[in-house]
């Protein structure tokens, strides 16, 4: 159905970040599952009376969406009607899974630029959610798993080739090789070990990877993804990840 606002379009849709517009609206980023990524107008929704609204737009909450589009790729798309989709039960009130919604949310922000849909995508990060959602055990390997999966749909997951000659990892190649070049674009033997297991390792049957190894594994990751996607900037909340999962 269209009219002068544009086509009306039902879709699903995952929130990734805001930014205050005006006075009381926000522009928000939203990954949909039949348009892919889109920057949305929500007009008023910052006015007090709107309160329950803004918590619909809270990085990686669940919504439904009715919106206008028109084929303007690099402009704004107006949103007709939003609801959530689902309720979280623990994001919101357990530090560790909030931290980790907020961490996510910022790499998808700056990983996913494509309007194109892809379903598969879009199915993997909605199940990622409801897992962090519910999930009791492991959440100390949450996010490293999921950079992982996610980096194979964007073109870039690791080959995993280790063997007793190819030991250390290559950031840059994404491969594992014999030679140790520098500390910016190789992991060191006893970390491309680790990664080697993480790699492998199966949601059920999780590998025994030392606390500081996970650590330096993260920050390990982040660089990888900053070599392949242009213009990623550093990850802001990184350093409050951290800091949460120290204790």
Known sequence: ???????????EGIVLHTLKYGESSLIARIYTRDMGMQSYLVRGVRKSKSRNRQMLFQPLTLVNLVAYHKDNKDGLQNIKDISLRHAYRLIPFDI?????AIFLAEVLSHALKSQEYNYALFDFLNTSLLDLDHQQEKLSFFHLLFLL???RFLGFHPRNNRNAVNLFFNLQEGVYQPVFENEQ????????ESFYLLVEADTADLPHIQKDHRKMLLKKLIDYYRLHLSGMPEIKSLAVLETVFAG
């Open 185 to 192: 674009t190789c992991l060191d033997a006893s970390l491309s």
């Open 149 to 151: 999966r996610l980096s």
């Open 96 to 100: 560790h899974r909030t931290s980790l």
């Open 1 to 11: 159905m269209t009219n002068v606002h544009g086509m009306i379009r039902n879709t």
